[in-house]
């Protein structure tokens, strides 16, 4: 086996793998330990076990769940020993800490795997969640809520900018409500306003209220993304990723009510429900629920990481020399993409900065989300990663690409929005009967109207991939737009390619557009 303290010095990015043995289920994570603090995952593994299952009632960890976890460490043992790891650490949380046998399972572990496992305290535990937090969210000038949710514990923290300001661990786990006030559909009645009632307490009694509103509560944990898995599918997003979901409270009640009156097996139907969630589902939405109205926050948004990546990163900056980690540069990570799809990357880099430009004078004049501008961005950076495909037809293959890239730094809907605006930098303009845009709001597929005809102008304007053109100023009005062209030589083929992509803008805005060079006479579009 891999020691799991040390690291082997090699030329080759080390290999690192974390274990998190909680009250529902393991999980192992596999990476290759990259600079700066990041790494790349290389597998992915998970094992519902059920520690936790009998905590409630016994204060045990039943033989079932103890046999049913050592099968497991033994298959992760076997997938981190063929990945060549060279180090790594195994936790545990809840179950293994307040069960009464907890410190056998640990021996029994040790003596038939001879895999040291660290029970870790609920701190440590908040601690680990909240870096992994801090390295993938911006959280400067920001007051935020952070609760990952376990089987059988709950960890909140508060936090202003990246500092904590307190940690509460709690009693409340999925799998503890699941045992003490069932999860099947005795929760259509009275159990479920006796669980509401008993949560309240648990929050009242071991939290304080924050002394500032805050911005957003951030959730971890399987509850989270199983949240996120069921509301993403209920609106045909199955093929998008979970990460960064943003869920409102009133959503989430109507979905509690609408499961808890399920039976088992209609749970275990419901799209984007893992079936071994179907018992502990309702328990977990309500621990979100009450969480929400105790904090008086309204909104959520989900986070996919966790305590194996907050303790992969800690592993790393032990490797590193103490390097602190770095929070996602976005651009840097969509280049990095591009660079892998072999993208032009002086030309992507020109059409973002003419967008830029475009964006600037154009979102003024029409009043423009200026948010919008990021995505915008994206999409210029991205719109040729389809050539990795294919020449022909590759804005239909960057659409695909960026769908599944899983670039971090946006949420599901934006992702998908630069999608479908990298789709049409070129090509058939938008029409409402293409699939990849029925499945947008009214709202999101104007959003990808206004941004792709500004794309498709700022794409012209380097039509020549010679990088001539300096600069781009938006004059006139509303109706009668005038784009003025700076560039130390007459840019003949940009203006001239410029002019053919203007359409969809004419379209878009209801407006004239007339495009010229400094100082050279003026040439409608």
Known sequence: MPDQQTYLASDIAPRLAAIDIGSNSIRLVVAEAESGGRYR????????TRLGRSLATTGTIDEESIESSLAALRRFQAIIAGLGVESYRAIATCAVREANNGKEFCSRVKQLLDMDVEVISSQKEAHLAFHSVRRRFD???KNTLLADIGGGSTEIVLASDELIEAIYATSLGAVRLGEKFGGGQS?????FDRMQKWIDRRLKKATEKPAVPLHLLIGSGGTFTTLAGIVMASKGQSRLPVAGCQVARAELRHL???LRKMSLKQRRDVAGLNPDRADIIVPGLAIIDRIMRH???NLLQVHSYGVRDGLLLSMIEQIQGGVKTELVDVTAQIERFATACNVEIEHSRQVARLCAELFEGIYKLYELDPEDGRLLDAAARLQDVGYLINYEKHHKHSYHLILHSQIEGFLPEELEIIANVARY???TEPKKKHENLRRLSDTNCQRVLVLAAILRLAGG??????????SVEVRGAKKQVELVVSADEYPEVDLWAARRRAGLFEKVFDAEVT???EGAASAKA
């Open 295 to 297: 904090f008086h926050v």
């Open 515 to 517: 495009i010229r060079w």
């Open 187 to 191: 929760l259509a009645g009275d159990d």
């Open 425 to 427: 930098h070129r090509g």
């Open 256 to 258: 509690i009510d609408r």
């Open 41 to 48: 995952i290389l597998d992915e593994e998970r094992e519902s």
């Open 461 to 470: 304007l380097d039509r020549s991939h010679n990088q001539t053109v300096r």
């Open 139 to 141: 959280l400067k000038g």
